[in-house]
């Protein structure tokens, strides 16, 4: 029984340890505007990159910065709307740091 016990305890520590370090270390990895553009759907023609590192609405001018303090970047939002597709357009920031995931 306690071999039982100390490989379940021992497996789900190992599951934590996998679960901590590998959403943590994917977190810290802040994606290029390039890579959050390619996994947008539909984002060629709506948004382009900027010299400065942050994604561009064509259309509106409004400009997604790949970052703030404590605030990455995460995806682009394109949403249908009555005013027609590619006018309603939005900036997915997320926090960091381990406390926020």
């Known amino acids: ?3 039982i016990i100390s490989h379940i305890g021992l ?7 996998a679960l901590a370090t590998g959403a ?9 505007v390039v890579e959050i553009l390619a996994k ?3 984002a060629n023609g709506v948004f382009v990159s900027t010299d400065k590192g942050g994604a561009r609405h064509i259309q509106s001018g409004m400009v997604c910065l790949l970052s703030f303090p404590n605030l990455k970047l995460w995806h ?3 949403y249908d709307s009555a ?3 590619v006018t309603d357009v939005g900036c ?6 381990a406390k926020n995931m």
């Open 92 to 97: 997915d920031y997320g926090r960091q740091g």
């Open 40 to 42: 947008t759907p539909a």
């Open 83 to 85: 005013k027609g597709w």
């Open 1 to 3: 029984m306690r071999k």
């Open 11 to 17: 497996i789900f520590a190992a599951a934590l340890l």
């Open 76 to 78: 682009l939002q394109i």
């Open 24 to 32: 943590h270390a994917e977190f810290n990895t802040t994606p290029s």
